[in-house]
């Protein structure tokens, strides 16, 4: 079946890194992606790593996905007060053309 | 290369009305798709075009429907609107079958 599973809330300190995971159920996913939602805006796309790839790092950004255990996560280095938000994850599959979200996981960054 | 835009941002309609969305794909994108977010059942997939086809929907009723245009555009229409129908719908584009990149809504109340 299709389920994408994200903790709640995340808090951290101003220059600490954060770790945002998720759990997928599908393993016929084709990409894997990472959004952020500011408060009354769309969704951004942040990355995305391809299902064959283990890691992918872009900047202060780090996606790591174990396939064996469907586990993805995303890692944020030196977090900044601007990067409170909302973290989606999401897959997708070639067969069916749409994305399937996580709840979303919420991102204090605290001073 | 301009991002997905979708009007209007904002949108206040009555029960029972009906209601048309639009938005504009990043510039050769082919893919559009629709999405519902709501504080209690998240983002939610409501139908994917490309070339002026429906791919795939979800579990939505009839009085949601949309099309695309053969420049890529899509609209989105509800009609009879509930109060349940008050969301923020975002609409996604992609290359065939890539990543998908994201307008910043509309947010329709119904009242």
């Known amino acids: 079946g299709e389920d994408v599973e994200q903790s709640l809330f995340l808090s951290v300190r101003e220059g600490d890194s954060s770790v945002i995971n998720c759990t997928y159920t599908?393993?016929?996913?084709?990409?894997l992606y990472w959004y952020k939602q500011e408060p009354g805006a769309g969704l951004q796309l942040l990355t995305y790593i391809f299902s064959n790839m283990d890691m992918k790092q872009d900047q202060r950004l780090t996606v790591l996905l174990n396939k064996k255990d469907k586990h993805l996560s995303l890692r944020i280095a030196d977090t900044q007060t601007g990067d409170s938000a909302i973290y989606f994850c999401?897959?997708?599959?070639?067969?069916?053309?749409?994305?399937?979200f996580g709840s979303g996981t919420r991102l204090l960054v605290r001073p | 290369k301009a991002g997905v835009t979708q009007t209007p941002r904002y949108l206040i309609k009555t029960r029972g009305q009906q209601v048309t969305l639009s938005c504009s794909p990043i510039?050769?994108?082919?893919?559009v798709s629709w999405y519902q977010q709501t504080p209690g059942q998240g983002l939610q997939f409501l139908f994917e075009?490309?070339?002026?086809?429906?791919?795939n929907k979800g579990n939505f009723p009839g009085r949601f429907s949309g099309r695309q245009f053969s420049n890529s555009r899509s609209e989105m229409n509800v009609s009879t609107l509930e109060l349940g129908d008050s969301a923020l719908y975002l609409c996604a584009s992609s290359w065939e079958q890539g990543v998908f990149y994201f307008g910043p809504g509309t947010r329709l109340t119904v009242t």
């Open positions: 510039s050769g994108h082919r893919s």
């Open positions: 075009y490309f070339s002026e086809t429906q791919r």
């Open positions: 999401a897959e997708s599959m070639d067969s069916s053309y749409k994305l399937i």
């Open positions: 599908d393993s016929s996913s084709t990409y």
